[in-house]
């Protein structure tokens, strides 16, 4: 049990201490803990890996590509999704979150422009946005932007990686973080 006085305006800290520099690069172990806020304790609860990501993917989801060399493949077209020509120069990009997101919609961040592609006409993506109108808590909506009007509208569209090399990913990221 910690107690702390009233005046504690910044939170708390709580520091461990191997006892000194003769301790760098020793391992410290602490497992066993939890943290709650009330005056007594609760039963210490051992969730399912799966029970806790989903709780996290409540805040958090990314779409992701695998890292160039994965597999002994040093150049990666992954498959990140199917969309759809909205206009000629939009494509909205469907996708659908493992669970529900906590508020709607979610930030969307991505990685460089450069890493998308649509295909099968190898078009570069230009810009990236929140369809905002097309979101619920389990399904959202990416506005890709290409340059001039190559797109058929009602036509699909694989939004795949561009050739990625090096340590390279692309990366769809959706945040619902208050």
Do not use: H
């Not at 990666?76 to 120069?89: C, E, K, R």
């Amino acid at each position: 049990t910690l107690n702390t006085s009233l005046g504690a305006t910044n939170g708390l800290s709580i520091r461990f201490s191997t006892g000194g520099a003769s301790a760098a690069g020793y391992t410290f172990l602490l497992s066993g803990v939890q943290l709650e806020k009330g005056s007594a304790p609760t039963p210490f609860e051992v969730r399912p890996y799966t029970t806790e990501l989903a709780l996290a993917q409540r805040y958090y989801y990314q779409i992701t590509s695998p890292v160039p060399g994965t597999g002994g493949i040093t150049t990666i077209y992954a498959v990140l999704g199917i969309g759809m020509g909205y206009t000629t120069s939009a494509c909205w990009l469907p996708v659908n979150f493992p669970v529900p997101m906590r508020t709607t919609p979610p930030t969307l961040s991505n990685s460089a422009i450069y890493s998308f592609r649509l295909e099968p006409a190898s078009i570069g993506v230009t810009s990236f946005g929140n369809q905002t109108d097309g979101y619920t808590a389990t399904t959202g909506v990416v506005n890709l932007g290409v340059a001039g009007t190559p797109l058929t509208v009602n036509s699909s569209y694989i939004v795949r990686s561009n050739a990625l090399t090096g340590s390279t990913t692309a990366f769809l990221g959706f945040s619902a973080e208050l």
